[in-house]
């Protein structure tokens, strides 16, 4: 309600007068954050003191993907101020991000669970020693595309960063190796989502290891590994139960051993009804361009895993440039061409 104070007209909320910016409940002041995008958040920290202390305290999420020019000024200013960030969206069309972001970013945002650096063309290893100094409680982390960056340095942060659960490494040909991929399964047990598309010094080696070492794995893009073979899917179908996506595009070294190994895993580990864990399988499959595979070995891994299918629509088994599987079709495929071929056809 409006009431009149001695410096004019005000209003009055849980028995106090709001008559100047500065009175605002920080409550309100957070709910009004949360009805604007992330620059006029920045704006607004600007308006007085009042306002810049609810933005540097309150703010937890902001993305400056909107900004084209000068991101990397804008980091070094802000981020000594939002120092409660928690999730932080950096992601570029153009190299803008250099190491000293990064490190300011590791120096002052501490509480930093997601960082989403894709397309940093421009960062160095620097980047990732400051991160895995600074920021130990990542959660999800998004370097795709940073092609500067060493197994070394991904080594390292692996040391600190333990918490990892996401990691997107897709393009980072000179990070995502054997090596690094040992120390990730070596460190990182709670990983569950993993992009190594296209990077093709990925070896049997570090796969096996992630096996091993990361029994959650729920997704992993494995697109472009030209040189992992069999051994990499079994290790994978043995020790990751609770795999539900797996890209294997491009992988010609994938036979219909790993296949069948697939299929072999469902069967032996398959849940009694009473037991409520995962019980769809494998949901989507990328086997494009496996050219090895047979029809008989795919057919017997899509009759397992209830979830993958070939069917117009969905196609979450995906073997595009595969001549030879055009015979493979889901459960719901074979059905609906049962029941076209039951209608009775009209005599003429």
Request: hydrophobic content about 40%.
């Amino acid at each position: 309600m409006v009431a009149a104070g001695s410096s004019g007209v005000g209003v009055k909320m849980a028995g106090a007068v709001i008559t100047e910016w500065k009175d605002i409940p920080m409550e309100l002041l957070l709910r009004i954050l949360s009805l604007v995008d992330d620059r006029t958040a920045i704006v607004a920290s600007g308006v007085c003191c009042g306002w810049r202390d609810v933005v540097c305290l309150g703010l937890t999420q902001l993305s400056l993907s909107w900004c084209k020019k000068n991101m990397n000024n804008l980091v070094l200013s802000l981020a000594p101020k939002f120092t409660k960030l928690q999730t932080l969206i950096l992601r570029q069309e153009n190299p803008q991000l250099e190491d000293s972001a990064v490190e300011t970013i590791a120096n002052f945002c501490h509480d930093l669970q997601e960082l989403d650096l894709s397309k940093s063309f421009k960062l160095s290893d620097r980047s990732l020693y400051a991160l895995a100094r600074g920021c130990p409680d990542l959660t999800k982390l998004n370097i795709s595309g940073c092609t500067s960056f060493s197994d070394e340095a991904l080594e390292y942060l692996t040391n600190f960063c333990r918490k990892l659960r996401i990691l997107n490494l897709c393009g980072c040909f000179k990070a995502a190796t054997d090596r690094a991929l040992q120390a990730i399964g070596r460190n990182c047990n709670m990983l569950q989502t993993l992009n190594l598309g296209w990077c093709d010094n990925v070896g049997d080696v570090g796969v096996m290891s992630l096996a091993y070492g990361c029994p959650d794995l729920r997704c992993l893009d494995l697109c472009g590994c030209v040189r992992i073979t069999d051994d990499s899917v079994i290790a994978l179908a043995s020790k990751c139960l609770h795999l539900r996506s797996l890209d294997l595009y491009y992988c010609r070294n994938i036979t219909d051993h790993a296949m069948y190994s697939l299929a072999h895993s469902r069967v032996k580990n398959k849940p009694s009804l009473w037991d409520r864990y995962d019980e769809e399988g494998l949901k989507s499959l990328n086997i494009s361009q496996c050219t090895a595979l047979t029809p008989p070995a795919v057919q017997a891994l899509c009759d397992t895993f209830p979830a993958l299918h070939t069917c117009s629509g969905r196609h979450t088994l995906v073997m595009s440039g595969c001549l030879n599987l055009t015979s493979v079709h889901c459960a719901c495929t074979i059905q609906a061409h049962r029941t076209l071929n039951s209608i009775p056809h009209t005599a003429h």
